[in-house]
């Protein structure tokens, strides 16, 4: 166990299936950090499910909620936040993730996107009748945003342990 001190926060951003909560929780797991996941505090808060969040009261309602989290979480040091899929569509989400913490993107083509998150059915924003079709152009309605992180890893070939490596060396290179 790499027992390191961060002075700032690591932030997982990307795309649903992108590997941000596996990543994430590894990576506290080896930093001994604490993790957290900005989907997990609002449905703590809320007390029932990010889709049901939805259905019940819709997006806005929700990107309110994420927008409360970050202004919380941004205030931390030394944690790992793994967040949503649509964190980086407020511009002011990505200003205070990035003002203590590292920044990193997890991508992903949409054929991989797909695969991985084929059998769930708990992303409302994907359920449409064409997915490949509805990431597609979620991912290209998203990549300017995306683009805004500190740096951004490929995942495409990639298996959950190989992102944590990549992730640390770009960690050492950054810290
Ligand atoms: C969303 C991604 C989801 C969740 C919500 C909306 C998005 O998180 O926040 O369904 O807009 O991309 P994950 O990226 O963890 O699936």
Redesign the pocket.
Known sequence: MEKIKFNKNIVLVG??GTG??QVGKALAKDFSLEFIDT?DVIEERLGIK?HEIFKRYGEEYFRDKERAVVKELSELKGSIIAT???IVINPQNMLDLKRNGVVICLAATPEAILSRLSGEDD???LSAPDKLNRIKKLLESRRGFYGQADVTIDTTNMGILEVVKEVKGVLSALI
């Open positions: 795309f649903m941000k909560t989907d990010i949503g899929g649509g992303r409302p924003l």
